[in-house]
């Protein structure tokens, strides 16, 4: 079935960083997937968790910094990464904000990012 989504749910966020849900059960009710649109601002950064879904994440503009177990791998404009459910990671972003498109499989839920405190 052929579905038009309209437009997004802005979901606030601590710290600056606007989310617009597209897809997923804020938006559209999805819960195997979730698709927003993200703008973070310069230094912005979020506590370390270890998320029970997959998420992959294209970066339009800006840098996202991605801190994980082997290091940080910064992500820049034009580039995506990756990372599976069950790996402990940490975003921030770089000196010039940072916009990006991320997916979540299933969908994101607050509860299962497991957010550090």
């Known amino acids: 079935m052929v579905r038009k ?3 997004a749910t802005r979901i606030p966020v601590p710290g600056g960083k606007m989310i617009d849900e597209y897809v997923g059960r ?3 009710g999805d819960e195997r997937i979730s ?3 993200m ?4 230094g912005w950064e979020e506590p370390a968790q270890t998320p029970e879904f997959a998420e992959y994440t294209l970066v339009l503009s800006g840098t996202v910094l991605v ?9 820049g404009a034009g580039q995506a990464f990756g990372c599976e459910p069950g790996e402990r990671i940490r975003y921030s972003a770089g000196p ?10 299933p969908a994101f839920a607050p509860e299962a990012a497991r957010r550090e405190d």
């Open 5 to 7: 989504i309209e437009g």
């Open 67 to 75: 801190e994980h177990d082997g290091g940080v791998t910064e992500v």
């Open 26 to 28: 804020v938006n559209s």
């Open 96 to 105: 010039e904000g940072a916009e990006y498109v991320a997916v979540c499989l």
């Open 35 to 37: 698709i927003a649109h």
């Open 39 to 42: 703008k973070a601002p310069a």
